[in-house]
């Protein structure tokens, strides 16, 4: 058995949550490998709609163990709100949900620097969701940071202590002071750090190999985008976490040769939250049009998202970087509608025109085809033959360029709403 890995394609947001609870039935465990609650898992069933930030999305499965392992950083008072909402549901998950005792932990401090650093930026803003994950992930870096295992040992106050006063002086050497009452916040993330005692702590590199060998099917489950990681992002503009397939890897402790399967997700258009480039934003009608038909507010930041046609030559890059085996298209219904689809399949570099994401893609103005629109709703419809000619047209253009066979598209935010190819 070799562990499946699912992530997205572009900058976040390609309804990973819902295509993860699709799949769920076929696997026993699913795995968060990195980020933290700056993510935002949107999935709706029943007729209701749940967003999960930090817990992965196999938690309305009765039958799926969940993991949140080593590479996540988690804010133990997210994660004490996010399991009380779940409890109200009558979802127990405290034989379900394990945590890797190498997570690393946030702290109220790195929300309060996340909050100054953010604000120092001024118009060069990052946008970022402010849950602290930069801060958390520069001082595991830096070696400093606490993780959960510490929680146990004596001196783990007199760790806490020295890493808030290195933070407390960090936060002073700022010029200008923010509103963030630091005690109140401690206080409460103590409390909650208590709770998280309730949970079982593992160690991914022997539990997740262990399970395979047994024969478990296992499911690595991304958050954010391959083009928000920290090396292959669009660099600043990116989160501090590994969010392609090399994440995996460190995030879980399971070698390169156990991977099995990498679904990559992209919408079959391109939204970004946040600041940073991006070649084939529409600041007109049709991108009000899919912003507003697409439901396109970020599920943790409540920002409107920028929405702009699908940008295949970053779609290509992120399917070789990963080495996406099955491609995954989503909220294909919020198309239907307009008279025309474009697909950016080259970029005008300068005098050049090139077909590679290069590293800098601030300068660069995106080439498409033109493609006709379908009008039909197709929420209700159950497979490829049904679909409109010119949906079917778009997306085998898609697989031509890109080389993949479509393994699922998405067709409305539902569970139901899904077509297997
Ligand atoms: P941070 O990870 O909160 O520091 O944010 C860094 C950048 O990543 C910002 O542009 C965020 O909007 C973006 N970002 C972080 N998490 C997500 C996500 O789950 N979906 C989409 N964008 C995200």
Redesign the pocket.
Known sequence: MKIDVLL?LQ???EGKGKIVDVLTPEYDIIARFQ??A????TLKFDGKKHVLHLIPSGVFRKNTKNIIGQGVVLDPLIFVKEIEALEKLGIDLTDRLYLDEKVNLITPGHRLL?ALN?QSKGKNK?????????PAYTDKTARVGLKLFQTQKNNFNELYEKLKKEHLRIANSFDFEIDFNLEEEEAKWFEALEMLKKFKYINCENYIPEALKNGKKVLAEG???SL?DIDFGTYP?????TTTVSGVCTGLGVAPSLIGDVYGISKTYT??????PFPTELDCEVGQYIREKGGEV????G?S?RCGWLDIVALNYACKVNGVTKLILTKADVLSGLEKIKIATKYQKGDETISYFPSEIEDVTPVYEELPGWQEDITQMQSFDELPDALKSYIKEIERITNLKVYLLSTGADRKSIIKF
Do not use: C, M, P
Not at 38 to 41: L, S, W
């Open positions: 997205g900058w976040g947001d980020g933290g700056n993510a935002g898992h996340d953010e990052i946008g970022s969701t402010l849950k602290g994950i930069g958050a954010q985008g928000l503009f990116v989160t501090s976490s939204t970004r939250v946040g600041q940073g970020g599920a943790t930041t920002r998202r």
